[in-house]
């Protein structure tokens, strides 16, 4: 047995909510000589294993569900809640504020981005306001405000970290949030307690505001570049932590296609008290090579007026549904976890969130048709999740696991199974799952128990070239978005229907195996988190959530349609390059002794993180965690492999900043929802193997490739890889200084550069890559 | 197992009774209640008690080793030994190194000791063994929680415990930040300013360094060997591409462990020159030995140019 049901024996419950106490008590009475180890076997709660085996009291099994489920805490208290009796909450939705250029005679202040004069904020410029306080350390309107030291903007100084590309992408929305402790009385669900302002951090609107649940959700579109604000409103002592998390923050818009400056993922975070300017600059990936006039209609953005707004680019490069998260390193997980994260829908011609605009661009897939573009009456995000809670109600982590942490409650939308009123038509749903180790895999019950069918129409936001009819998603590893579309009009009012898990997971490294539907609805008592998670309950009317006030009846016609095609296929071509990635293995991985014996046993070997390979040559040994990968031109197709040769593991690894086209899973299986569609979460499998065209451009600078078990990525499974694309003569088209932020300041360190195999020597390669000799300089504003 | 158990029963019936620490703010998780008071031995043989000698209002910085670690964990305290280095002075009165064994039945005191100064560690540095059952208590609370020894925690774990601050780091990263993460642990270190001076590097970006071998052998060379200022956990390197054979050089850079499994009789006179601990196989590939024998080479021939009184250039430098 590893999780404890609830059904469980009262006195069972009771040993179980008390095994941590126990445990330490045991283990002080024992230090302290009050008790004695032939006590323990007297009473059968010490074996030759080690403490109490039985009981749950075994110190191995952290988890209080038990043997291997490292979650760490007894089961969650539900204080009498019942699933399916909170309504699901939409995702918070952020109003943007018009941005407008400045043109000031000072130099200083020329070409900013100023924002409406009521919010008394100051205007987003292409570089850091670090640079002035560098600039002017005793100036106190460049101050952290709060402690009174440091700059006030996170990001750091010069030229390495200016906006790339600031005219070309001038925003013109603005966001201001701020991550703060959250809001008082917010609940995961009504019954449970209300959560401690620091047990929670999530992101609200404004300046220095508190956090609220559910998470942030903003809406994009291609041609409206965004500047978002981030605030950092958490408490100044580290400390404030209610026992994870901390309270430094990097926002990463996870995927899109931005300048490294504002990727959030390059050792950028920033203090309390700090703001941080993101520039999310909606650029179409391929601009600079493809429909770089942007005369292709498809390539576009809605202008809030039936009409379109051309973009260069491929129209083909068209991205969806995103989500933005913390990525501090070595915390990134706690912070996650606690709330540090949102989703953002990016909208285009065809990916319009309007159903009935008929312009020959627009797929009118499921939305609403209230609004110009972005309607999610019809169009609903949906970020699942697990969690666990102290005895008090007070959401729980182990920040001393490191093989995965695993929660024992089901969340949608960060809260405990709730249900959500559909009207009898089709929906669109926008899957994120936001968990730290836990893979998902979603199936949906009809009022029989049977499996309904749906259209799979978007995998990690990239839209697939044809509807993929499907009666069970593939598994879904962190981070991973899948877009479906389901068709309710066959129930009637007062049908209900079930989003259900069907994968068990008991150990943070890998899911077991699937279970069947049937299986997966009787409930499973080694993980609570399986089986139905959301109900969809099917009524004659809902209020709109687009504009309120109005009331959506199911006696209105379904305009929307799934066309049969919904994008066009990015051929595989001869790659430049190739590059095989192996994660979690260590060079040649012979353990034998000479001769190829085992002397006296083969010896273990510590796996390494990764190696590389480029072009078929020799691995280098990759093992630390400061490595680059160089790619050294805009443009060059490349195609990669990841390997995963650590063996029992399953990893889901994220490369920022573009998508790869999946190629192949070597000789296994590759379910239709991947071949030849774009991602950029691929789970490796165990032993699995994955290859995929990749090319990069636009801009350059420091990205990174991850593990999105977001435990491992604390751990190192995380390589650096830096883009040399950018802006010719800019610092982006050079290796990049390393910023090491202080609460007084960012400071550079030169990174560290390993050599990449290649056929050729690595130093004709290295020249080839390199083609100015000395150090750059910049050329002035870009 | 049943040996194990028997020094577990010995080491506690000698350890110091203690009283309880007092109970931690509400918010901090992570204190006496959790850490186990287990006694642990150190390298010198002495039985402490592991929350109140070891952790007990203190910042530390943890490790997991074991001393037959054919691999990663020789350089993982040999790196812990370049930040001791740096954190001179402080080491033991502000900041405590704590390195837990994975293996106590193999590692005990005696070993640990050899083990130890093998890599220098000063006064402030504990090797930890004890009772087995103990041990992966105290290792599974900290974090390491391996089924094999080869899979055990390479990252470290800093903590304050009077702040009740603990966060994962790793020594593979650029040392200078791990010494600020490090300090930083000391909230009074973090109330102190230091601001960063204005640097042009934050307008600049680099060409890629064409020298190979330099970055590696700075990663995983240098926190035991030097070009030119001695023996360090290993042998000074300076000429080592003239005294060896450098097929023998290639072959040892990768494997040193099989080199010494066949009674290689240059691996045997190392071992017994550096006895407390051998080479690790680091997973190296042919391409980064020759890297590296190419700037050992390199580095060897400037080192003489500089002496070469011919060279007259060259000879202010070293005045």
């Known amino acids: 047995m590893r999780y404890l049901s609830h059904n469980a024996s009262r006195a069972r419950l009771r040993e179980a909510q008390n095994a941590r106490n126990n445990r330490a008590e045991i283990v002080k009475a024992l230090s302290l000589g009050q008790i004695t180890r032939r006590d323990l076997y007297k009473w059968g709660l010490l074996t030759f294993g080690g403490l109490a085996l039985k009981n749950g009291l075994s110190p191995f099994a952290s988890s209080a569900f038990a043997d291997g489920v490292p979650t760490g805490t007894p089961p969650s208290p539900l204080f009498g809640a019942q699933k399916f009796t909170q309504p699901m909450p939409r995702l918070h939705l952020q109003t943007p504020f018009p941005l407008t250029r400045v043109a000031s005679a000072d130099p200083a202040s020329a070409g900013d981005a100023a924002f409406p004069t009521s919010l008394g904020e100051r205007p987003a410029r292409r570089l850091s306001y670090h640079t002035d306080f560098t600039a002017h350390p005793t100036d106190p309107q460049f101050k952290n405000p709060i402690t009174g030291r440091g700059p006030i903007e996170g990001r750091p100084p010069g030229e390495v970290f200016a906006h790339q590309r600031w005219n070309e992408f001038f925003p013109k929305a603005g966001y201001v949030m701020s991550l703060g402790p959250i809001a008082p009385n917010t609940r995961f669900h009504p019954n449970f307690p209300a959560q401690a302002p620091n047990s929670v951090w999530a992101y609200g609107a404004g300046r220095f505001s508190q956090g609220t649940l559910p998470p942030f959700l903003i809406k994009v579109r291609y041609g409206e570049p965004v500047i978002s604000r981030i605030y950092n409103n958490l408490p100044v002592s580290r400390a404030n932590n209610n026992g994870f998390g901390r309270n430094e923050t990097q926002l990463h818009f996870h995927n899109a296609h931005n300048g490294a400056e504002s990727d959030g993922a390059a050792n950028v975070h920033h203090f309390p008290g700090t703001f941080y300017d993101y520039r999310w600059s909606t650029t179409l990936a391929r601009r600079d090579k493809i429909n770089t006039q942007a005369t292709d209609r498809r390539a576009s953005g809605p202008d809030g007026n039936r009409g379109l707004v051309n973009v260069a680019g491929d129209f083909r490069e068209i991205q969806g549904t995103m989500w933005a998260h913390d990525h501090r390193f070595f915390f990134t997980a706690e912070n996650v976890y606690k709330g540090n994260f949102g989703m953002i829908n990016m909208y285009s011609g065809p990916d319009r969130g309007n159903e009935s605009l008929n312009d020959g661009v627009n797929l009118r897939l499921p939305s609403g048709s209230l609004l110009d573009f972005g309607n999610v009456d019809f169009d609903v995000n949906l970020i699942v999740s697990d969690a666990a809670f102290s005895p008090n109600g007070q959401l729980f982590f182990d920040i001393f696991d490191t093989d995965g942490f695993l929660g024992d409650i089901p969340l949608v939308n960060m809260a405990y199974a709730p249900f959500m009123e559909v009207l009898p038509r089709k929906y669109r749903f926008r899957i994120l799952d936001a968990s730290m180790s836990r893979f998902f895999q979603l199936a949906i019950a009809d009022p029989n128990g049977n499996a309904v069918q749906f259209q799979f129409i978007a995998n990690d936001g990239n839209l697939v070239v044809n509807p993929i009819p499907l009666t069970v998603l593939d598994q879904q590893g962190t981070a991973e978005r899948y877009d479906i579309v389901v068709d309710f009009s066959k129930y009637k009012i007062g049908d209900r229907l079930h989003l259900v898990n069907r994968l068990e997971q008991t150990d943070g490294r890998l899911p077991n195996d699937e279970l069947s539907l049937a299986q997966a609805l009787a409930g499973d008592q080694n993980d609570p988190v399986v089986g139905k998670i959301l109900q969809f309950r099917v009524v004659g009317s809902v209020p709109s959530v687009d504009v309120p006030g109005v009331t959506l009846f199911s006696t209105s016609p379904d305009p929307s349609v799934v066309p049969a095609v919904l994008t066009q296929q990015i051929p595989i071509v001869t790659p430049v390059r190739t590059r095989v990635v192996e994660w979690g293995r260590s060079g040649d991985g012979d353990s034998r002794g000479p001769n190829g014996q085992c002397i006296p046993d083969c010896p273990d070997t510590a796996q390494f993180p990764w190696t590389v390979k480029v072009n078929g040559g020799e691995a280098h040994s990759m093992n630390a965690n400061r490595i680059q990968l160089l790619y050294p031109k805009a443009g060059d197709v490349e195609h990669w492999t990841y390997i995963n040769g650590g063996g029992g593991w399953d990893h889901p690894i994220h490369l920022h900043f573009e998508e790869g086209i999946t190629m192949n899973r070597g000789s296994d299986s590759i379910p239709a929802t991947e071949k030849l569609v774009r991602k950029d979460v691929w789970r490796l499998r165990p032993g699995g193997t994955v290859q995929f065209q990749i090319q990069f451009g636009e801009y350059g600078g420091s990205y990174v490739n991850h593990c999105h078990n977001t435990v491992h990525e604390d751990f190192a499974l995380l390589m650096r890889i830096q883009l040399l694309s950018g802006v010719a003569g800019s610092p982006q088209a050079s290796i990049t200084p390393t910023p090491n932020p202080t609460p007084d300041g960012v400071f550079f360190t030169t990174p560290e550069v390993l050599p990449e195999a290649t056929t050729s020597s690595n130093q004709a390669q290295t020249s080839a890559l390199i083609a100015n000799p000395a150090r750059m300089t910049p050329t002035g504003n870009p | ?319």
């Not at chain 2, 952790?55 to 943890?62: F, W």
């Not at chain 2, 280095?85 to 293996?103: A, H, N, P, W």
Request: charged share 25%.
């Open chain 2, 1 to 319: 197992m049943r040996r194990g158990l028997m020094a577990g029963l010995a080491a506690l019936a000698a350890a110091t009774v203690a009283a309880p620490a007092a109970p931690d703010a509400q918010s901090n998780r992570w204190g006496a209640d959790y850490f186990p008071n287990l006694p642990v031995v150190t390298q010198d043989g002495k039985t402490l008690n592991f929350y109140d000698d070891v952790i007990k209002g203190k910042i530390v910085v943890v490790s997991f080793i074991y001393t037959n670690c054919p691999d990663i964990c020789p350089l993982t305290t040999a790196r812990i030994s370049q930040v001791e280095d740096k954190l001179e002075g402080i080491v033991g009165r502000d900041i405590f190194l704590i390195s837990m064994t994975v293996d106590p039945e193999r590692d005990t005191p005696a070993r640990l000791k050899e083990f130890s100064q093998a890599f220098g560690a000063g006064p402030g540095w504990l090797f930890l063994t004890g009772a087995p059952q103990d041990i992966r208590l105290i290792n599974t609370r900290l974090g390491d929680r391996s089924r094999t020894l080869s899979e055990h925690r390479n990252e470290i774990i800093l903590g304050n415990d009077a702040t009740g601050e603990w966060q994962r780091n790793s020594v593979f990263g650029d040392l200078d930040r791990l010494l600020i993460d490090i300090r930083s642990m000391d909230p009074a270190w973090r109330d102190e300013v230091r601001q960063p001076k204005p640097d042009e590097a934050s307008n600049t970006g680099y060409p890629l360094d064409l020298q190979p071998g330099r970055t590696l052998f700075k990663k995983i060379c240098a926190p035991c060997h030097t070009i030119g200022v001695g023996d360090r956990v290993g042998p000074d390197l300076r000429g080592v591409t003239e005294r060896r054979d450098r097929a023998w050089l290639a072959s040892f850079i990768r494997r040193p462990d099989m080199a010494r499994a066949r009674r290689d009789p240059i691996a045997l006179e190392l071992v017994a020159k550096f006895p407390g601990v051998h080479m690790p196989a680091l997973g190296i590939a042919e391409n980064d030995a020759t890297d590296l024998i190419a700037y050992l080479q390199a580095q060897t021939a400037s080192l003489n140019d500089a002496q070469t009184p011919a060279m007259p250039d060259h000879q202010h430098h070293h005045h």
